[in-house]
């Protein structure tokens, strides 16, 4: 039998052999392409950093007398071509910087990871657009030239419609846009809106939108991740402005963006059904979520600013991204991190330079800036 096996005038053995081997190596070849794309943008990342996510760095910035000193200094970092001789055309010049980033990494990357790119950048138009349906809903003016800040012809498109458009027709141009059917029912009294709830349809939008990007193989686990961490940080943060707002139970509970990493439903709720933010906290014992607002409380009770915690939460994001990097380090792990770091670094040297340029004290500005991840 072994000689018929193996002889060579036989072409079917031969055939069932070399397509167990083809197949051999496809399983093998898989997983290693993916590994081989990610080696080049990877090693970039790691080599240029995040050096405006640490105190040291921001520390140097900060100490500079006017803006115009602390752009030189910033533009001695090679990564950095600050321009502008103002506070808004300097913010504007660092929106720019991210996006050129976000830009570039879309080339250093696989092909497939262009719609998780596409997706981040929309994250970061959405803020125009919140922007923009308040205003328009308070009956603020709204200028037309904030519509040159968005970075998506999507978002100038709808800009221009929420701009152009009567006010009663804006829950209809949202639901186009994306927006849950929800929309309707909130915005339905223009005299009683929830803008924190309005907010999470946003929130649930985009969030949504990463869960549906694709991404290439073996790197599922680490886009999960960060979706749900993400997930997790907002969902918290709610809360916590509900709290200071003075939200009932009902209304907080309507205010739960999905399950995440760690905050399930029944966790969310038991976090809505607390009589204070410090019983909040107490509730999140058991999760990753716990000591750093913990050990935020006291300077909250000083300032009674929510926004002492919600930095707390950012910070401990930026931890719980450098993890993503490390569990998936030769897929796209150093990608998200190096992504999710430059734009807070940006949104730190934007504060930076506003705190700079209106003469705030050093210490106010250092204690709005968001820091970590380091390894």
């Known amino acids: 039998m072994l000689d018929t096996i193996l002889d060579p005038t036989n072409p079917v053995p031969w ?19 993916t590994y081989i794309k990610f080696v080049y943008p990877n090693a970039k990342y790691e080599a240029i950093g995040n050096p405006y996510i640490t105190e040291r760095e921001l520390n140097k910035l900060i100490e500079n007398k006017n803006i115009n000193r602390f752009k030189e200094m910033l533009n001695t970092n090679k990564d950095y071509q600050l321009t502008g001789e103002n506070i808004y055309d300097m913010q504007k010049s660092l929106d720019d910087h ?11 990357n696989s092909k497939k990871m262009k719609y998780f790119y596409d997706t981040y950048i929309e994250k970061i138009d959405l803020y125009l657009i919140k922007h923009i349906v308040k205003n328009r809903l308070r009956d603020i003016d709204v200028d ?26 804006i829950p209809e141009i949202l639901k ?19 803008f924190l709830k309005l907010d999470t349809l946003f929130d649930i939008y985009i969030i949504n939108k990463f869960k549906q990007t694709y991404v290439p193989y073996k790197c599922e686990d680490g886009r999960n991740k960060f979706i749900n961490y993400l997930v997790d940080t907002l969902n918290v943060k709610n809360v916590l402005r509900a709290k200071q707002l003075g939200y009932n139970i ?17 966790k969310f709720n038991e976090l809505s059904e607390t009589d204070s ?8 014992q058991g999760t990753s979520y716990y000591d750093p607002l913990k050990n935020s409380i006291e300077d909250y009770n000083r300032e009674k600013s929510v926004q002492v915690l919600e930095n707390a939460l950012d910070r401990n994001f930026l931890k719980l991204v450098r993890d993503i ?6 897929t796209i792990g150093p990608t998200i991190r190096f992504l999710v770091s430059k734009e807070f670094e940006i949104r730190n040297l934007k504060t930076i330079v506003k705190g700079i340029g209106e003469n705030m004290p050093p210490d106010f500005i250092k204690n709005v800036l968001v820091t970590g991840g380091e390894t």
Request: charged share 30%; aromatic share 6%.
């Open 277 to 284: 933010v410090s019983q909040m906290i107490s509730s999140l």
């Open 250 to 266: 009902e209304n907080c509970k309507k205010l739960f963006l999905g399950e995440g990493q760690e905050i399930a439903l029944w």
């Open 176 to 194: 186009n846009y994306g927006l849950p059917d929800e929309i309707k029912e909130i915005l339905k009294d223009e005299k009683d809106i929830d």
């Open 15 to 33: 055939v069932i052999i070399a397509g167990l081997l083809a197949g051999a190596i496809a399983v093998i070849y898989r997983p290693f392409s």
């Open 98 to 108: 991210l996006i050129k980033t976000i830009e570039q990494m879309k080339k250093d």
């Open 144 to 169: 037309k030239k904030i519509i040159e800040n968005a970075f998506l012809k999507k978002t100038k498109n709808v800009l221009q419609d929420l701009i152009d458009a009567d006010k009663n027709t």
């Open 325 to 330: 990097s490390m569990q998936n380090y030769v």
